[in-house]
């Protein structure tokens, strides 16, 4: 049993300094840097975990929310850099490069233009919503929405309770970036400071690339974390701003207007009936 553990823990140790830039410390040229070695390859055969098989008559009780992640919060800020890609190493990225990398490269297919997944987008028709040219006296002016341009993501998901395993659960199924208007970049005297959903990515679909993209750890740079990780163990900060409900699934600020202290007021309680679900559960 001892021995087992300490295989295990190597295992997963190793596995560590591989994720990190990949034979730098055996590299006799630049160019094999972050280059693996066959013995490597054949080992770093890991992908996202799987998700366990729910079956729907094991779901006791279910409630869909929709929840703001703001990148101005600190904990938050490993989904939003680096900015800055021209002096960094390849391997780190924002979660909005990883997304569009994605897409760009045909790994991420499942775009929509909503959280309810009603209209497909295309590649050409995500591009579209990122790049706004204009022309001017002459001059043409090419804005396009970048890492920068992105205050938070917009999530939806599930919790549920599991009654095989006895506990609550939370699955998520959508994201979305939130930034600006693309049409309002280099506008001058137009102040628009609402954020839009640019477009929504089911979640499942892209675990993989959000697997191969690695979140840089400042506690120890050898053992990095991906992106897939850190979403599914809800490592963020996040404010439920909708619920599921009779009255269409309406937002908070439809129904608490004007007052923002009330509506966080209002999210926490949310919150708080969606944890004591749990507990209730086992009063008899």
Avoid: C
Avoid at 136 to 144: I, V
Avoid at 197 to 219: G, T
């Amino acid at each position: 049993m001892t021995r087992n553990i300490v295989l295990l823990f190597f295992t997963i140790l190793t596995t560590g300094f591989l994720n990190a830039q990949a034979n730098l410390l055996n590299a006799k040229s630049v160019t094999e840097i972050g280059v693996k070695s066959d013995q490597q390859l054949a080992a770093d055969n890991d992908g996202p975990l799987p998700y366990g098989y729910v079956d729907d008559r094991d779901v006791l009780w279910s409630k869909v929310v929709w929840e703001f992640i703001d990148l101005n919060q600190k904990i938050n800020l490993p989904y939003y850099f680096p900015i800055d890609t021209t002096n960094i190493s390849s391997d780190r990225r924002s979660l909005f490069d990883v997304l569009i990398k994605g897409v760009r490269q045909g790994k991420i297919k499942e775009a929509y233009d909503d959280s309810f997944f009603t209209s497909k987008l295309t590649r050409k028709e995500i591009e579209q919503r990122l790049v706004n040219i204009r022309e001017e006296n002459g001059y043409t002016d090419t804005f396009r929405i970048q890492t920068q341009d992105i205050s938070g993501y917009m999530i939806k998901g599930m919790w549920y309770f599991d009654k095989r395993q006895g506990e609550l659960k939370y699955r998520m199924l959508a994201l979305a970036p939130m930034g600006k208007d693309v049409q309002t970049l280099g506008v001058q005297d137009i102040e628009d400071e609402e954020l839009y959903e640019l477009f929504w990515i089911f979640f499942p679909s892209a675990r993989q690339v959000l697997h191969d993209a690695k979140v840089f750890n400042p506690k120890n740079a050898s053992q990095q974390i991906s992106f897939d990780h850190l979403l599914n163990a809800r490592r963020f900060s996040a404010t439920i701003v909708r619920e599921e409900n009779i009255y269409g699934n309406r937002a908070i600020e439809d129904y608490v207007r004007g007052n923002s202290l009330f509506q966080l007021l209002e999210a926490n309680k949310i919150k708080e009936d969606i944890r004591n679900r749990e507990i209730d559960m086992w009063n008899y």
